[in-house]
């Protein structure tokens, strides 16, 4: 026969934890709200890793766990979706080095398109390689960002490459913008420097191509010469030569001191091609060939004379002989190839080697000695003025000797 004990048979704190024995009480045993928190010993609420999971499915909400509770090593790989992260609830910090992908990682990017503005990029975070081909425009930038090292030689073209699209605009090269010596010839097209464009000073004697200047004898409408410009000191040692004096332009005034002059009349004279050269004022004869050469009176085959040469002539050159008029030596040849200094209104005779001489009164004479012997004696003129005498070559010559020429009444006065 059992023994039972009703549920009022038990006294209030009857039963203590050593009258119950291990296991006897199940899950129905015990009142809702029996257990509190401090019934449960450490570790005896087991999950679903343990051999006897206590904890349902589902069954922890937000307001189980406490604050710090979980911990990096208690979430599992990929646990954790974007929808369970709070709002700011990733910081910098946060974020491992890499783990923020873009378009180019190939896979899943986190960084959304066109999400990255100019606050988000540090000082120096874009580097050249970073920049796309041709991704940089006009508008990305920066008034003064462009300086000189920062463009490539050969970077900015003109309009002279040809291309439509050239990188300066008409008209925006300045005088400042030009370094010394920027613009070669090469670069300056034919007739685009004008007048106005040479500063004062500008050309010199080595920048005048020959021939370049022209006058009004070119007959062009146009010439560079400006009329009556062309002053004394402009044209050099023989610049003025025959050919390029016109008739009739030399009067009395434009002949200096010691030059051939006119007195009132004309020069007669003959122009030869000379045999030898002739200096000074000498008496001038010629040769059988027609050639001219210097009259000797003591010379046989060098008389008679034809006249008088003033200045000095090159051989195988033109010399002009006068052969009336009167002349006035120059000073130069006063003593040596003309001799009548002192000596005016006596007749002149050619002397012994060609010079002008008178019959008496020192200097040269037409002979050998005082008496003039071995010479043949020769009237060419009368002197005249100081310095000055009449050319008037007589074609008979005469033989030596004073007394022959002094007692012929065509030799007066002597």
């Known amino acids: 026969m059992g023994w039972g004990f009703g549920a009022n048979a038990i006294g209030s704190g009857a039963v203590l934890s050593g009258n119950i024995g291990s296991g006897q009480v199940g899950p129905f045993a015990i009142a809702s709200g029996a257990v509190g928190p401090n019934k449960i010993t450490s570790g005896a609420v087991q999950g ?10 589902g069954t922890i909400g937000p307001n189980d766990i406490g604050s ?11 646990a954790v979706s974007q929808f369970a992260l709070s709002s700011g609830a990733v910081n910098s ?5 890499g783990a923020v992908v873009g378009s180019l990682g190939g896979g899943a990017l ?3 398109s066109g999400t990255i503005g100019p606050n988000d990029l540090g000082s120096g975070a874009v580097l050249s390689g970073a920049i796309g081909s041709g991704q940089v425009g006009g508008f990305a930038i920066a008034s003064g960002a462009i300086t000189s090292g920062k463009i490539g030689s050969g970077a900015i073209t003109g309009s002279a490459t040809g291309a439509t699209a050239f990188d300066i605009a008409s008209g925006t090269i300045g005088p400042n913008d030009l370094g010394s010596g920027a613009i070669l010839s090469g670069a300056i097209a034919s007739g685009q420097i004008s007048q106005f464009k040479l500063s004062s000073g500008t050309v010199n004697s080595g920048h005048v191509a020959s021939g370049a200047v022209t006058g009004s004898a ?3 409408t146009a010439f560079d010469i ?8 402009d044209l050099g040692s023989g610049a003025v030569r025959s050919g390029a004096i016109a008739s009739g332009q030399i009067g009395t005034f434009h002949v200096s001191s010691g030059t051939i002059v006119t007195f009132g009349r004309n020069l007669i004279f003959d122009q030869y091609a000379t045999a030898e050269t002739i200096s000074g004022v000498r008496c001038a004869a010629l040769t059988y060939s027609g050639l001219l050469q210097v009259a000797m009176a003591s010379v046989s085959g060098r008389m008679p004379a034809i006249g008088v040469v003033v200045t000095n002539v090159l051989s195988g050159s033109i010399a002009t002989v006068i052969r009336y008029g009167d002349v006035l030596g120059p000073s130069s040849e006063m003593g040596s190839g003309l001799c009548i200094s002192g000596r005016m209104g006596r007749s002149l005779w050619v002397g012994a080697s060609g010079e002008v001489v008178t019959i008496s009164g020192g ?3 037409i002979g050998v000695g005082a008496t003039n012997s071995g010479a043949l004696g020769q009237r060419i003129g009368t002197s005249s003025a100081s310095g000055a005498f009449l050319v008037d070559a007589r074609a008979t010559a005469f033989l030596s000797g004073a ?3 002094t007692t012929d009444p065509r030799t007066w006065p002597v």
């Open 93 to 97: 910090g946060h974020i491992a080095s």
């Open 218 to 220: 070119t007959g062009a």
């Open 226 to 233: 400006a009329s009556g410009t062309i002053g004394p000191n």
């Open 403 to 405: 007394a022959a020429i």
């Open 48 to 57: 679903s890793l343990g051999s006897t999971p206590d904890i349902a499915s």
């Open 363 to 365: 200097g040269p004479t």
């Open 110 to 112: 986190n960084i959304a």
């Open 68 to 78: 710090g509770v979980i911990r990096s090593g208690n979430i599992a790989s990929g």
